[in-house]
């Protein structure tokens, strides 16, 4: 699923206090905007699930243009069908939740829903949200909307895998704040991946804003092969 969640806490011992808080967490909950995002491209959730069993650990740095500026995200994947995702953000300081539903999650057509953003430390309500893909071996292609308070938002975007290790991929969602990014990803290992992106904003000037998010993932139970698979998307 991969959107966007957003600004002071001070000190390094509070970071290592909060990243380690959030795994213990989700470890044993689990036993398992631009915004953070659950399983997505750069800016947008997408359709794709994260696998059952599987425990992803991300950092994410990016211009405060586009969100808190360092983030830690933790997604779970619970069932074949749902996923929860929770953000910890520094500055300021911020828990962000998300979480996302499969409707229809046999490829190439898929269509969930769920909700992004929701802060309630920050006094920041959910945004709901309905995407359909439609998903083929190498291309991916991806539409749907999401309602940001008063307003409805169009989200697109579209990615291309050339092998297991190397994607590009391109989105936009519509709106102020919002942005179009292009990007790309490469997994270095079975688990372990990177995605740097840029961002053009929305609003003029349409400055371009940087992003770096890395993620490794756990597998807690499931399928061993068919979470590999899943990890790629």
């Known amino acids: 699923m991969a959107m966007d969640l957003q600004k002071q806490i001070g000190g390094a011992k509070d970071k290592r206090i909060g990243f380690a808080s959030l795994v213990v967490m989700m470890i044993v909950a689990s036993a398992p905007s631009s915004w ?24 994410q740095a990016q211009s405060e243009r586009i969100a808190n500026p360092y983030e830690l995200q933790a997604e779970m994947g619970l069932t074949k069908w749902a996923e929860f995702a929770v953000f910890r953000g520094f500055k300021p300081d911020d828990w962000i939740f998300g979480t996302e539903f499969g409707l229809l999650t046999k490829e190439p057509y898929l269509l969930s829903i769920g909700f992004v953003n929701w802060s309630p430390h920050m006094n920041v309500d959910p945004q709901p949200y309905i995407e359909a893909g439609y998903y083929t071996e190498h291309q991916k292609f991806i539409a749907g909307a999401t ?22 991929q391109v989105d936009f969602q519509s709106g102020s704040g919002n942005s179009s990014t292009i990007g790309f990803t490469c997994n270095i290992t079975r688990n372990f991946q990177f995605n740097p992106a840029i961002y053009v904003t929305n609003d003029s000037p349409h400055d371009v804003l940087g992003y770096i998010v890395f993620t ?9 092969k068919e979470s590999t698979a899943a990890s790629t998307k």
């Open 216 to 224: 490794y993932t756990f597998h807690l139970w499931g399928d061993k």
């Open 147 to 168: 309602h940001v308070g008063y307003r409805n938002e169009a989200i697109l975007g579209y990615a291309y895998d050339f092998n297991e290790t190397w994607r590009v």
């Open 36 to 59: 953070a995002t659950t399983k997505g491209l750069s800016q947008i959730v997408t359709p794709d699930l994260q696998g059952p069993g599987d425990l992803s650990l991300s950092f």
